[in-house]
């Protein structure tokens, strides 16, 4: 059974950063898809940044390209979202995804087969 679990949400300054963490089990993530989304009150849930596992490829939401940066590590079986430069529209809950039947780092969260339970990040201005 895959399971995703988030940490790492606070509360944080706009100009600040913060490191997210997804911790994954029950699974063999090195061929999976590995996804952050979040959502913000009365909003869908939206694309922030993808990675195959595999190779380290990356995909970014326009709105957070060059302050955003996903990567894992391969030991721990843990992917980050270290978040820089944070705006006021970047506060939401923040979930971690993963695709199992893709092998492209995809925007569309219905590609993904499992998800995490979302960690809050809070941006006071």
């Known amino acids: 059974q895959v399971r995703l679990v988030e940490s790492g949400g606070g509360l944080v300054q706009a100009g600040g950063s913060l490191r997210l963490s997804c911790a994954a089990s029950?699974?063999?993530?090195?061929?999976?898809?590995m996804g952050w989304f979040r959502q913000a009150p009365g909003k869908e849930r939206e694309f922030v940044a993808a990675l195959r596992w595999s190779d380290g490829i990356t995909r970014y939401a326009d709105a957070v390209k060059g302050r955003f940066t996903i990567s894992r590590d391969n030991a721990k079986n843990t992917v980050y979202l270290q978040m820089n430069s944070l705006k006021r529209e970047d506060a939401a809950v923040y979930y971690c995804?993963?695709?199992?039947?893709?092998?492209?780092?995809?925007?569309?969260?219905?590609?993904?087969?499992?998800w995490g339970q979302g960690t809050q990040v809070t941006v006071s201005s």
């Open positions: 995804a993963a695709a199992q039947r893709w092998t492209y780092p995809s925007a569309n969260r219905n590609e993904y087969d499992y």
């Open positions: 029950g699974g063999t993530f090195s061929t999976y898809i």
